[in-house]
Structure formats: C-alpha cells, structure tokens
C-alpha cells in the first residue's frame, strides 16, 4: 500500500474509532483507553460498564457483512494476548466480569455493538 492510501486508511480507522466510542458512550460505556499498543498486538477501545471490561475491536467496511467477517482467527489471538498486557499493566480484571466485543461500521448505517463476539 502506497503512503497516501496508507494514511488515509489510518483516517478511516481514526474515524471509525471515534464513532465507535460515541456509539458506545451513548450505550453507557466508559472509555477506558484507546488505540493500546504493545508488542503483544493494538486493541481499538478498552471500555467500562459498571463491573464489565470490554475489549473492542472496531472494523470498518463498505458493508457491515464484509466488516464483521474482518475480524480474523489470528487477529482474535492478538487481541487477547494485547488484553493480556493491559490488565497486567493496569492491575485491573481481578474482580470484573470481561468480554472481546467488535463493533461494525459501515456507510449509512447505524454502528453494530456485538457483544462478547469472540472467546479466547
């Protein structure tokens, strides 16, 4: 991919991030941390609801159909191992209840919350 395509990739991506964590705010969330990186792997969104975590990955797509099959079998792995390292980090999971969310976003339609999408 060429450096323009790339960075505007990474706009979209930005984007969808922050439709994705409005979405979710409105739903009662609590954004915990966004874009965490480590060498594990990046987790989208880490959000908070009362006693539950969420991991979320935010996939965007010309189609929501195309958006939820994005989220591949070596991309979960990933994404749990970075979960790993962020509640090491934060010393936080002890006591709350945790889940691997994904939410879909696709043009002129409203963002797609699936809840506890994938177990690890």
């Known amino acids: 991919m060429s450096r323009p ?3 505007a990739a990474e706009r979209r991506g930005q ?12 739903k009662g969330y609590r ?3 966004r874009r965490f990186r480590s060498r594990a792997g990046e987790i989208d969104l880490v959000v ?6 969420a991991f979320v990955e935010v996939k965007a797509r010309a189609r929501a ?3 939820a099959w994005a989220v591949t079998p070596r991309q979960r ?3 749990a191992r970075a979960a790993e ?10 006591d709350l209840d945790m889940s691997f969310d ?3 976003i696709a043009p002129w339609t409203w963002p797609r919350h699936i809840a506890s999408a994938f177990r690890v």
């Open 48 to 53: 908070r609801r009362g006693r539950h975590l």
């Open 77 to 79: 792995a990933r994404i």
């Open 5 to 7: 395509s790339r960075r």
């Open 31 to 33: 954004i915990v941390a």
């Open 102 to 104: 994904v939410v879909l």
């Open 15 to 26: 984007w969808a991030e922050t439709l994705a964590a409005l979405w979710l705010q409105a």
């Open 65 to 67: 159909a195309q958006a």
């Open 85 to 94: 390292h962020w509640l090491a980090i934060n010393g936080a999971g002890q």
